[in-house]
């Protein structure tokens, strides 16, 4: 069935780096563009980017920028989401999500940034 | 960028009520590029709506979408218990998205 399975969960320290996949299956993978949301605990939904999974083109949140990295790897329908210079507000979890309108959710990973 | 500004912030219902969920967009939202999604504890959300109006694959008819512009309104006819959760509004027609904050429907 279609579904995008992500990577399990992460504890940081502030300053380091997160890379969270998620791998997609049950459709062409280079069909939906692919993007990335977050929500920090018991707030709301925050979209950090997109990528075009064909092109590898990518667009990010003018929050996240010189922040993020968002990179695909075709060979295994798997995209990946690199977030730098990590802080305790970065705690949260973390969606990948496909569609215009997002139809496919992956399970979420959940980051926590802690000294 | 798009601001959508939800309310109620909380809905205080019963089950077999109706619920009426407003969002409002601080510009017109591109070609009602509008989706309505429901997020229980502990899950990712889920889509429940699409172009401000169209139900999403397997969603049940209790659920409608309505509005244009920048005005928008989900709507449940009659509450069943699996729907009190959260509900969030997304503008997709420009970049970036943005969601709005979010409407918990609770039971009374």
């Known amino acids: 069935q279609v579904q995008l399975v992500q990577s399990g969960a992460e504890v940081k320290k502030p300053g380091a780096s997160v890379k969270v996949s998620c791998k997609a299956s049950?459709?062409?993978?280079?069909?939906?563009?692919m993007h990335w949301v977050r929500q920090a605990p018991g707030q709301g939904l925050e979209w950090m980017g997109i990528?075009?999974?064909?092109?590898?083109?990518?667009s990010y949140a003018q929050k996240f920028q010189g922040r993020v990295t968002m990179t695909r790897e075709t060979s295994t329908s798997t995209v990946y989401m690199d977030l730098r210079s990590l802080r305790s507000e970065d705690t949260a979890v973390y969606y990948c999500?496909?569609?215009?309108?997002?139809?496919?959710w992956g399970q979420g990973t959940m980051v926590t940034v802690f000294s | 960028e798009i601001v959508l500004t939800q309310s109620p912030g909380t809905l205080s219902l019963s089950p077999g009520e109706r619920a009426t969920l407003s969002c409002r967009a601080s510009?017109?939202?591109?070609?009602?590029?509008l989706a309505w999604y429901q997020q229980k504890p502990g899950q990712a959300p889920r889509l429940l709506i699409y172009?401000?109006?169209s139900r999403a694959t397997g969603i049940p008819d209790r659920f409608s979408g309505s509005g244009s512009g920048t005005d928008f309104t989900l709507t449940i006819s009659r509450l069943e218990p699996e729907d009190f959760a959260v509900y969030h509004c997304?503008?997709?027609?420009?970049?970036?998205?943005?969601f709005g904050q979010g409407t918990k429907v609770e039971i009374k």
């Open positions: 999500a496909s569609g215009d309108a997002f139809d496919i």
């Open positions: 049950g459709y062409t993978f280079t069909r939906y563009y």
């Open positions: 990528i075009n999974p064909t092109s590898g083109s990518t």
């Open positions: 510009q017109s939202v591109s070609s009602s590029y």
């Open positions: 172009g401000a109006s």
């Open positions: 997304q503008q997709y027609g420009s970049s970036p998205r943005t």
